[in-house]
């Protein structure tokens, strides 16, 4: 016999296991935002925002 799940149930359950990801997530980076790419953030370091600067504008030359 096949096992069968409510739909219903299926969503909660990844509801749960979303929130608990979204916990995580914040107790390690807490200005931890959903569908925020780490690298879209300024960086603390001068140097490292100017290499990434440079990555993002090679990246829009190749794009052209």
Do not use: C, Y
């Not at 359950?13 to 608990?20: C, H, I, K, L, T």
């Not at 931890?32 to 990555?55: A, C, H, S, T, Y």
């Amino acid at each position: 016999m096949m096992k069968t799940a409510k739909l219903s149930d299926i969503r909660k359950r990844n509801a749960g296991r979303r929130e608990q990801g979204l916990r995580a997530a914040r107790r390690v980076s807490p200005d931890f935002v959903p569908g925020m790419r780490v690298f879209d953030k300024p960086r603390k370091n001068p140097k490292k925002q100017r290499i990434l600067e440079e990555m993002q504008e090679r990246e829009l030359e190749l794009k052209k």
